[in-house]
């Protein structure tokens, strides 16, 4: 199964799609993440305001943000690898983790080589 992990700035509520006037590249990640999720990827979003101590479970996380400062986030790792850092996955990105998912999923059983 796929795992995403998305570590977040400090922002004024979980999804930072809040107040009158939420930004709209955090409302198209929403909807890329509820996209992911009705495909059956698990997805878990840290935000640095409300939840630190996921930040600092993650060592390699800290690491990042001490050496190169806040603007490294928001820092998306996918199966415990680091593989985007300063922005969120694209849509079409988003769409790539979907499409391998679903083969990964649909695949034969285990020795049949089919996949």
């Given at each position: 199964?796929?795992?995403?992990?998305?570590?977040?700035?400090?922002?004024?509520?979980?999804?930072g799609?809040?107040?009158?006037s939420?930004?709209?590249?955090?409302i198209?990640?929403?909807?890329?993440?509820?996209?992911?999720k009705?495909?059956?990827?698990?997805?878990?979003?840290?935000?640095?305001?409300?939840?630190?101590?996921?930040?600092?479970?993650h060592k390699?996380?800290?690491?990042?943000?001490?050496?190169?400062?806040?603007k490294?986030?928001?820092?998306?790792?996918?199966?415990?690898?680091?593989?985007?850092?300063?922005?969120?996955?694209?849509?079409?990105?988003?769409?790539?983790?979907?499409v391998?998912h679903?083969?990964?999923?649909?695949?034969c059983?285990?020795?049949?080589?089919?996949?």
């Amino acid at each position: 199964m796929v795992e995403i992990k998305i570590f977040e700035p400090a922002m004024c509520c979980s999804s930072g799609v809040c107040g009158p006037s939420p930004d709209q590249e955090l409302i198209r990640v929403n909807g890329d993440i509820e996209k992911m999720k009705q495909n059956g990827i698990k997805v878990l979003r840290y935000n640095l305001s409300s939840a630190p101590n996921a930040f600092v479970r993650h060592k390699e996380i800290m690491e990042l943000i001490k050496t190169k400062g806040e603007k490294v986030m928001p820092i998306t790792v996918i199966n415990d690898e680091i593989v985007k850092t300063g922005s969120y996955m694209t849509s079409d990105e988003v769409m790539d983790i979907i499409v391998v998912h679903d083969l990964q999923s649909n695949c034969c059983a285990p020795g049949d080589h089919c996949c």
